[in-house]
């Protein structure tokens, strides 16, 4: 069928100024679709849905775009499905602590509101400007304070999903504690998109903390023993950072003007409470390590800049360089060598390159930028040291045309059966971004 | 190596016998199996056909796979303390009892996680790891004899997950054992995002129905600096309620905030851990908070500030640790303790939005009028997990049928309100007709989709979770199939 005909087709159950054809094909980070359509209601999305699996049609969907180089081997399919117009607050219940958003919505615009009721998201995920709510749970994202606050999976108490038949399916409803059935939301979370369009977001909230403060520790080259001496021991301590992430040196000079290896330890309580820390800190610090403690403002500048990090599918790229970013998952305190490994790859592998990692969570993001064989081999060494540390990697962002050649999920897991069979019982058709997630699924 | 010493002719139980590998790893005759009849939910009871006792992940699986082949039915149990009837043998179950398995397998502090077979005991867990500072959050108040595994199976709760949330939120990998006997390890090494569907989150709360869980990497924590703990009786439950939400809504997130009714305090005081709370009063509110010692004073005054706001008779925090042990033995022994004021109680466990406090402890007290039963009422005030406790006498003829009638009709307000059937107890056969107050059929249908990926046989645990598909239900399935296949 040709593009106009599928646009005329569309046009027969959605509203003529939903749907276009979409001019830009061809995007450098693929995932796109030969009609653009931007519903404005469920209803709109499930009819959409319907069209495409009765008449086999694969759809891409997308939000704020910063995920566009997430995965996916397909560089069009026949539908771009935009959640940009989809977006709001559906109900706010105060006294509950809990918000319902549709999930066009994006981050920054939903925790400036939440600001105004002294409450959040207790989630802080890269470009909140760009990302939205719907792409941070469909990728199950996390930030540095998942130490203290969890992930999207733990945030989550309900979801909408229509499916690919178009049927809306609820999971887990408007209460904090939720156990009837099994839990739904936990396969929607982090799919990818792959299952279903996520159209309404049920999240817990928290209040806003009183005070905060985060306190800079940086360590000279060659002393990484006493760093992880240091972090053992204030792991070990009764006291409550939010975050304990490393940053590599390159990551570091940009953040706070030092190049060295820092940890960013974060605190979050009352005043009284955050002081105790700071001085506690201040005490167990090592002698070679120079300490900084940034309060309040100075604290959130620096995390609104720490956000602003690593490649954002949704603008485009200014150099000409190769873009990539990956996660590695391992055990905590091997985060330390995984963000020494990337540090190292600046040198070997010429790539400018910015790494953290939590050592209370063991997940790091690392950035590599460069020629396109050495991001590529970058790639291959990091997955390397992480599968060393009987970890995984990832890769969250990459072009299409590499993800044709490196397999950025890594190999499928002894259980993939499952994982395909999930698929196929939800997603029998193929529909919902083919290709997108592990294994092909 | 044959087993020898049975006294059967069952040939099934021989083979199972021989799997396990000793006349005492399994139980076959009547009086034997008495006890496995139901779980902490005594309404049900039904007889399996043998218990065995597998030692390790192999002989589970072994078991398993005998099952699978010769489609006998089966299902996994712990301490047998689950309150929804998850582990009673409906169908004549072959029960893979998993109390051997109970080993503490490793503990890595420095990561903050530790392995455990799933017949370890919730509170061992804490026992074993305390003196270094550490301690497993999930806290149900049956946390002394029940097992992890099961804790995994229903998703446990307890008094403390306002702050730490239940048991999902600790879970890091699972060793299971798939209903066909194929061994599969998600989440492998404890480190979190696997990629993939989250298939650890999935199994966590499916009440024994997608697999059986042989090994456990867990989450720990550091114990909190310091803890103090409030009392605060109020002489209506009106404004116990308002306190509630205004303590959350001055921004502060207590690590329990617990409520009890009048005839609650009346059970707990006529049991074994009395704590002397005034018997004229409508409600006690149980608070703790923990944290950095620099901080909790502040929090503590600011609690009771909110609580003289509402008229608050009389308010206490515990002296010391042997107060604050008294305070919560007095609270979590509370649903046994209603054996105290009435020989038969059945425990409800609806989840409400916070809000809605008052106005379901209103409507409650209606349904206790309309049905003639006391209802006394135990919660989780901080996040609306309601515990009404239907008290009843099984020997005068209907009144079982009544208290369940009644329980149900608790459920239905609390999904009116727009809360949910079950927030740490589980579904399993009591509230599986409930589920329709709160899942369309499509919604349920979804859901039994999702087992057939894991169980499609339905050996495992069946009839569990699910309401029994009404007509309308099976059709669609037929024509879900039947357009599925035209496709």
Same mark, same amino acid.
């Given at each position: 069928?040709?593009?106009?005909? *599928?646009?005329?087709?569309?046009?027969?159950?959605?509203?003529?100024?939903?749907?276009?054809? &979409?001019?830009?094909?061809?995007?450098?980070?693929?995932?796109?679709?030969?009609?653009?359509? =931007?519903?404005?209601?469920?209803?709109?999305?499930?009819?959409?849905?319907?069209?495409?699996?009765?008449?086999?049609?694969?759809?891409?969907?997308?939000?704020?775009?910063?995920?566009?180089?997430?995965?996916?081997?397909?560089? @069009?399919?026949?539908?771009?499905?935009?959640?940009?117009?989809?977006?709001?607050?559906?109900?706010?219940t105060?006294?509950?602590?809990?918000?319902?958003?549709?999930p066009?919505?994006? +981050?920054?615009?939903? $925790?400036?509101?939440?600001?105004?009721?002294?409450?959040?998201?207790a989630?802080?995920?890269?470009?909140?400007?760009?990302?939205?709510?719907?792409?941070?749970?469909?990728?199950?994202?996390?930030?540095?304070?998942?130490?203290?606050?969890?992930?999207?999976?733990?945030?989550?108490?309900?979801?909408r999903?229509?499916?690919?038949?178009? $049927?809306?399916?609820?999971?887990?409803g408007?209460?904090?504690?939720?156990?009837?059935?099994?839990?739904? @939301?936990?396969? +929607?979370?982090?799919?990818?998109?792959? *299952?279903?369009?996520?159209?309404?977001?049920?999240?817990?909230?928290?209040?806003?903390?009183?005070?905060?403060?985060?306190?800079?520790?940086?360590?000279?080259?060659?002393?990484?023993?006493?760093?992880?001496?240091?972090?053992?021991?204030?792991?070990?301590?009764?006291?409550?950072?939010?975050?304990?992430?490393?940053?590599?040196?390159?990551?570091?000079?940009?953040?706070?003007?030092?190049?060295?290896?820092?940890?960013?330890?974060? +605190?979050?309580?009352?005043?009284?409470?955050?002081?105790? $820390?700071?001085?506690?800190?201040?005490?167990?610090?090592?002698?070679?390590?120079?300490?900084?403690?940034y309060?309040?403002?100075?604290?959130?500048?620096?995390?609104?800049?720490?956000?602003? @990090?690593?490649?954002?599918?949704?603008?485009?790229?200014?150099? &000409?360089?190769?873009?990539?970013?990956?996660?590695?998952?391992?055990?905590?305190?091997?985060?330390?060598?995984?963000?020494?490994?990337?540090?190292?790859?600046?040198?070997?592998?010429?790539?400018?390159?910015?790494?953290?990692?939590?050592?209370?969570?063991?997940? =790091? $993001?690392?950035?590599?930028?460069?020629a396109?064989?050495?991001?590529?081999?970058?790639?291959?060494? *990091?997955?390397?040291?992480?599968e060393?540390?009987?970890?995984?990697?990832?890769?969250?962002?990459?072009?299409?045309?590499?993800?044709?050649?490196?397999?950025?999920?890594?190999? @499928?897991?002894?259980?993939? +059966?499952?994982?395909?069979?999930?698929?196929?019982?939800?997603?029998?058709n193929?529909?919902?971004?083919?290709?997108?997630?592990?294994?092909?699924? | 190596?044959?087993?020898?010493?049975?006294?059967?002719?069952?040939?099934?139980?021989?083979?199972?016998?021989?799997?396990?590998?000793?006349?005492?790893?399994?139980?076959?005759?009547?009086?034997?199996?008495?006890?496995?009849?139901?779980?902490?939910?005594?309404?049900?009871?039904?007889?399996?056909?043998?218990?065995?006792?597998?030692?390790?992940?192999? #002989?589970?699986?072994?078991?398993?796979?005998?099952?699978?082949?010769?489609?006998?039915?089966?299902?996994?149990?712990?301490?047998?303390?689950?309150?929804?009837?998850?582990?009673?043998?409906?169908?004549?179950?072959?029960?893979?009892?998993?109390?051997?398995?109970?080993?503490?397998?490793?503990?890595?502090? #420095?990561?903050?996680?530790?392995?455990?077979?799933?017949?370890?005991?919730?509170?061992?867990?804490?026992?074993?790891?305390?003196?270094?500072?550490?301690?497993?959050?999930p806290?149900?108040?049956?946390?002394y004899?029940?097992?992890?595994? !099961?804790?995994?199976?229903?998703?446990?709760?307890?008094?403390?997950?306002?702050?730490? !949330?239940?048991?999902?939120?600790?879970?890091?990998?699972?060793?299971?054992?798939?209903?066909?006997?194929?061994?599969?390890?998600?989440?492998?090494? !404890?480190?979190?995002?696997?990629?993939?569907?989250?298939?650890?989150g999935?199994?966590?709360?499916?009440?024994?129905?997608?697999?059986?869980?042989?090994?456990?990497?867990?989450?720990?924590?550091?114990?909190?600096?310091?803890?103090?703990?409030?009392?605060?009786?109020?002489?209506?439950?009106?404004?116990?309620?308002?306190?509630?939400?205004?303590i959350?809504?001055?921004?502060?997130?207590?690590?329990?905030?617990?409520?009890?009714?009048?005839?609650?305090?009346?059970?707990?005081?006529?049991?074994?851990f009395?704590?002397?709370?005034?018997?004229?009063?409508?409600?006690?509110?149980?608070?703790?908070?923990?944290?950095?010692?620099?901080?909790?004073?502040?929090?503590?005054?600011?609690?009771?500030?909110?609580?003289?706001?509402?008229?608050?008779?009389?308010?206490?925090?515990?002296?010391?640790?042997?107060?604050?042990?008294?305070?919560?033995?007095?609270?979590?022994?509370?649903?046994?303790?209603?054996?105290?004021?009435?020989?038969?109680?059945?425990?409800?466990?609806?989840?409400?939005?916070?809000?809605?406090?008052?106005?379901?402890?209103?409507?409650?007290?209606?349904?206790?009028?309309?049905?003639?039963?006391?209802?006394?009422?135990?919660?989780?005030?901080?996040?609306?997990?309601?515990?009404?406790l239907?008290?009843?006498?099984?020997?005068?003829?209907?009144?079982? #049928?009544?208290?369940?009638?009644?329980?149900?009709?608790?459920?239905?307000?609390?999904?009116?309100?727009?809360g949910?059937?079950?927030?740490?107890?589980?579904?399993?056969?009591?509230?599986?007709?409930?589920?329709?107050?709160?899942?369309?059929?499509?919604?349920?249908?979804?859901?039994?989709?999702?087992?057939?990926?894991?169980?499609?046989?339905?050996?495992?645990?069946a009839?569990k979770?699910?309401?029994?598909?009404?007509?309308?239900?099976?059709?669609?399935?037929?024509?879900k199939?039947?357009?599925?296949?035209?496709?």
């Open positions: 069928m040709v593009t106009a005909d *599928l646009v005329n087709e569309l046009k027969m159950i959605l509203p003529e100024e939903r749907i276009g054809e &979409n001019h830009e094909l061809d995007h450098p980070l693929g995932n796109s679709g030969k009609v653009k359509v =931007c519903p404005e209601t469920e209803e709109e999305i499930s009819k959409l849905l319907n069209y495409a699996n009765l008449n086999g049609k694969t759809i891409s969907v997308v939000s704020g775009g910063t995920k566009r180089g997430f995965g996916g081997l397909s560089e @069009n399919n026949d539908l771009l499905l935009s959640l940009e117009n989809y977006k709001g607050i559906v109900e706010h105060v006294g509950d602590m809990t918000l319902t958003v549709k066009g919505t994006s +981050f920054k615009e939903l $925790q400036d509101y939440l600001a105004k009721h002294n409450q959040k998201i989630l802080d995920p890269a470009w909140p400007e760009d990302a939205t709510i719907g792409g941070i749970i469909a990728a199950n994202e996390s930030g540095p304070k998942r130490l203290g606050y969890g992930s999207s999976r733990d945030a989550v108490i309900g979801l999903v229509v499916y690919p038949d178009g $049927q809306v399916i609820r999971a887990g408007k209460v904090v504690k939720n156990v009837a059935g099994y839990d739904m @939301n936990k396969l +929607f979370i982090g799919s990818m998109g792959t *299952l279903g369009v996520l159209s309404e977001v049920t999240l817990k909230l928290r209040p806003l903390p009183k005070y905060e403060s985060l306190i800079l520790l940086s360590f000279p080259e060659g002393k990484s023993d006493e760093m992880k001496s240091f972090a053992v021991k204030l792991l070990d301590s009764m006291l409550e950072p939010v975050s304990l992430e490393l940053l590599s040196p390159s990551l570091s000079e940009k953040l706070t003007g030092e190049k060295l290896y820092t940890l960013v330890i974060a +605190f979050e309580d009352v005043e009284s409470s955050v002081h105790y $820390q700071e001085d506690m800190v201040k005490k167990m610090k090592p002698f070679e390590a120079k300490l900084e403690i309060k309040r403002e100075k604290a959130q500048e620096f995390w609104n800049a720490f956000y602003k @990090n690593g490649p954002n599918g949704a603008r485009s790229s200014s150099t &000409n360089e190769t873009e990539a970013s990956l996660k590695v998952g391992v055990v905590n305190l091997d985060v330390l060598e995984i963000v020494r490994e990337s540090e190292l790859l600046r040198d070997s592998h010429n790539l400018v390159v910015e790494a953290h990692g939590g050592l209370g969570h063991g997940l =790091c $993001q690392i950035h590599v930028r460069g396109i064989g050495d991001v590529e081999s970058a790639i291959k060494h *990091l997955r390397e040291s992480a060393k540390n009987n970890g995984y990697a990832i890769v969250k962002h990459l072009p299409y045309s590499l993800r044709q050649k490196v397999n950025v999920w890594g190999d @499928n897991p002894s259980y993939f +059966f499952l994982l395909q069979g999930i698929k196929s019982k939800i997603d029998s193929g529909i919902m971004n083919p290709r997108r997630f592990v294994g092909g699924i | 190596m044959a087993v020898k010493g049975l006294k059967t002719k069952d040939q099934h139980i021989i083979n199972l016998a021989n799997i396990v590998n000793s006349p005492r790893s399994i139980l076959y005759q009547k009086e034997d199996l008495l006890a496995y009849d139901c779980d902490g939910f005594t309404i049900h009871k039904h007889l399996p056909r043998a218990v065995v006792f597998p030692k390790n992940t192999e #002989e589970v699986a072994r078991l398993v796979k005998y099952c699978h082949e010769h489609d006998l039915p089966f299902l996994a149990r712990g301490a047998g303390t689950g309150l929804s009837g998850g582990a009673i043998p409906l169908n004549g179950e072959v029960i893979i009892s998993l109390v051997r398995m109970k080993k503490l397998l490793s503990v890595d502090l #420095e990561n903050r996680r530790a392995v455990v077979e799933p017949g370890f005991v919730n509170l061992k867990l804490t026992n074993s790891i305390s003196d270094k500072g550490y301690y497993y959050a806290d149900p108040s049956s946390q004899c029940c097992t992890i595994g !099961g804790n995994v199976a229903e998703n446990a709760g307890g008094a403390h997950c306002l702050k730490y !949330g239940v048991t999902t939120n600790h879970i890091l990998g699972l060793e299971v054992v798939m209903p066909n006997g194929e061994i599969i390890e998600i989440g492998a090494n !404890g480190i979190p995002d696997a990629p993939g569907y989250d298939l650890l999935l199994l966590t709360g499916s009440e024994g129905t997608l697999g059986i869980v042989t090994k456990i990497t867990v989450r720990i924590l550091k114990n909190p600096e310091a803890k103090q703990t409030v009392l605060a009786y109020f002489d209506k439950v009106a404004d116990g309620s308002q306190a509630v939400s205004d959350i809504s001055a921004g502060i997130v207590p690590a329990a905030l617990e409520m009890m009714d009048k005839t609650a305090i009346e059970g707990v005081e006529a049991a074994a009395p704590v002397g709370h005034p018997k004229d009063i409508e409600a006690v509110l149980l608070i703790e908070v923990d944290g950095i010692s620099a901080g909790i004073d502040e929090q503590i005054n600011e609690i009771l500030d909110v609580c003289k706001k509402r008229n608050v008779r009389e308010v206490k925090v515990a002296q010391d640790e042997a107060e604050r042990g008294r305070w919560w033995a007095n609270r979590k022994t509370g649903f046994g303790a209603m054996g105290a004021i009435s020989p038969d109680y059945l425990v409800q466990d609806g989840v409400i939005p916070r809000s809605k406090l008052p106005i379901v402890l209103e409507r409650i007290n209606q349904i206790s009028e309309e049905y003639g039963l006391r209802i006394s009422n135990i919660f989780h005030a901080g996040d609306g997990n309601l515990h009404p239907v008290l009843f006498d099984a020997r005068i003829p209907g009144e079982t #049928e009544k208290a369940l009638a009644a329980g149900s009709a608790c459920l239905q307000v609390c999904a009116d309100v727009g949910t059937i079950t927030g740490e107890h589980g579904v399993g056969i009591e509230k599986r007709e409930e589920m329709r107050f709160v899942f369309k059929d499509e919604e349920i249908i979804a859901q039994t989709d999702i087992r057939e990926v894991f169980n499609p046989k339905n050996l495992l645990n009839g979770l699910f309401p029994t598909p009404g007509r309308c239900v099976e059709i669609k399935k037929e024509m199939a039947a357009s599925t296949a035209a496709n």
